[in-house]
């Protein structure tokens, strides 16, 4: 991406809805799989780009940003949440058995990432036996559109699929669901009508919205966000996962 996409990114990580309520989600989600709050928590953020979910993870434990991009880092570095390395995904330069919790929010779909099952193990690697990931990633082939071209999608995961990847990896697949379950139809005909009337456009779709219409549409995340507390939904943009590391022994 270039400098002002970073920067657009930066700018909406605080105010739009779409961030605010993959926040809530993952708070859900490491509210239940990690209990309880602890500061002595090791975390890396694979994939962190501008930093927007440093400061959640700090009520967790002691986070540690990684990026490709130094563009990414410097944006991440005025958030001044956590420690940032340049790092490559598929070759993290930490120590085996580092970390305590590795969260991977919509990184490995990206075709710099040549293989996905390859960057679940390097994560796999710096956690500690037992050890978790929280990983998002978008879903449903079918649902390809401008957006995949601006961010530059390799892929969109199935359910079951994105479950056998984790298995390969060495995880155990606590928990994975579709999200943005409430908003798939909305979605579907605004790619639809894109394809129709706009094929010409560009862009991503993550972009600002009214006020308005911007509570509406994080109020409907917020309640996705409570619906996985005791459940999975069945389909949706993205799909979200919890995996707990195996261990040797366990392997056995």
């Known amino acids: 991406m270039e400098r002002d996409e970073y920067r657009r990114l930066f700018d909406l990580e605080d105010e739009l809805w779409w961030f605010l309520g993959m926040r809530r989600v993952s708070s859900v989600l490491l509210d239940r799989y990690l209990p309880p709050r602890k500061s002595d928590h090791s975390i890396l953020d694979a994939g962190c780009g501008t930093g927007g979910m440093l400061e959640t993870l700090r009520l967790y434990g002691q986070p540690v940003g990684a990026d490709a991009s130094p563009q990414a880092l410097r944006f991440a570095s005025r958030r001044a949440a956590a420690p940032l390395v340049q790092a490559d995904l598929c070759r993290l330069p930490f120590t085996s058995e580092s970390f305590d919790l590795v969260t991977s929010f919509d990184v490995i779909y990206h075709h710099r990432i040549s293989s996905d099952v390859d960057a679940l193990h390097e994560m796999g690697r710096v956690l500690r036996p037992h050890g978790l990931i ?22 969109r995961y199935e359910r079951k699929e994105l479950q056998e990847k984790l298995k390969q990896a060495g995880f155990v697949p606590e928990f994975v669901s579709y999200l943005n379950c409430f908003l798939l139809p909305l979605a579907i005909l605004r790619r639809g009508v894109d394809r129709l009337f706009r094929p010409a456009h560009q862009g991503s779709e993550v972009e600002p919205v009214a006020a308005w219409l911007n509570q509406v549409l994080l109020r409907i995340l917020m309640l996705e966000a409570k619906w996985i507390r005791s459940g999975t939904l069945p389909f949706g943009l993205s799909l979200v996962a919890v995996g707990r590391k195996r261990s040797a022994a366990s392997d056995d």
């Open 134 to 155: 929280l990983l998002r990633v978008p879903a449903l082939n079918l649902l390809r559109g401008r957006h995949d071209v601006a961010v530059h999608t390799r892929h």
